[in-house]
T-cell receptor, first 113, second 115 residues
Framework: GAGVSQSPSNKVTEKGKDVELRCDPI?????LYWYRQSLGQGLEFLIY????????KSGLPSDRFSAERTGGSVSTLTIQRTQQEDSAVYLC???????????FGSGTRLTVV | DQQVKQNSPSLSVQEGRISILNCDYT??????FLWYKKYPAEGPTFLIS?????DKNEDGRFTVFLNKSAKHLSLHIVPSQPGDSAVYFC??????????????FGKGTSLLVTP
């Protein structure tokens, strides 16, 4: 597609449930990032994929968070046993690699009740 | 800890005047700085950037100034237009980062340009 697509755009889930957030990057982009923005905070780096290399998971806040990227394209961010503090906008970005000029999706607003 | 700080959560400016958004950072290893603009319900979009080897970069109405000794940068918008009303994020990264081109973001400044 023309841009980075994220789904769902909004997700309300009960505390303790698992959720999956999806990101479709721009076709051909080798680098993919997940960030999150909690209320009143800046964007927080979560995880980075580059091609077929092992992902950099250094930003994941706990072992309840995991992400995968299948076939070097679509990525899924999974949050297990969601907590209220997981409520945030989760943003995905992709780039052609080698620069900071990446394109963000519109995000998934996750609300844990 | 917040390595990139935007201490003004909001700013209101009249149309046609200059908007100045400020940003401070604490990590002396940062060598690349960017400004992103974000409208509601959209992802951030890249606006302008500057490398640490420069102290100024200009693109149309937007100019970014970098003061390395003070670990401070600012974004100037002149003249400001109502369409510039958005949240502006300052971001920084270091070339020695192991996380590719992952960025450290500030909390953002909400700019309102009034007619």
């Amino acid at each position: 597609g023309a841009g980075v697509s994220q789904s769902p755009s909004n997700k309300v889930t009960e505390k303790g449930k698992d959720v999956e957030l999806r990101c479709d990057p721009i076709s051909g982009h080798t680098a993919l990032y997940w960030y999150r923005q909690s209320l009143g905070q800046g964007l927080e780096f979560l995880i980075y994929f580059q091609g077929n290399s092992a992902p950099d998971k250094s930003g994941l806040p706990s072992d309840r968070f995991s992400a995968e990227r299948t076939g070097g394209s679509v990525s899924t961010l999974t949050i297990q046993r969601t907590q209220q503090e997981d409520s945030a906008v989760y943003l995905c970005a992709s780039s052609g690699g080698g620069d900071y000029g990446y394109t963000f999706g519109s995000g998934t607003r996750l609300t844990v009740v | 800890d917040q390595q990139v700080k935007q201490n003004s959560p909001s700013l209101s400016v009249q149309e046609g005047r200059i908007s100045i958004l400020n940003c401070d950072y604490t990590n002396s290893m940062f060598d690349y700085f960017l400004w992103y603009k974000k409208y509601p319900a959209e992802g951030p979009t890249f606006l302008i950037s500057i490398s640490s080897i420069k102290d100024k970069n200009e693109d149309g109405r937007f100019t970014v100034f970098l003061n390395k000794s003070a670990k401070h940068l600012s974004l100037h918008i002149v003249p400001s237009q109502p369409g510039d009303s958005a949240v502006y994020f300052c971001a920084a990264s270091g070339s020695n980062s192991n996380s590719g081109y992952a960025l450290n973001f500030g909390k953002g400044t909400s700019l309102l340009v009034t007619p």
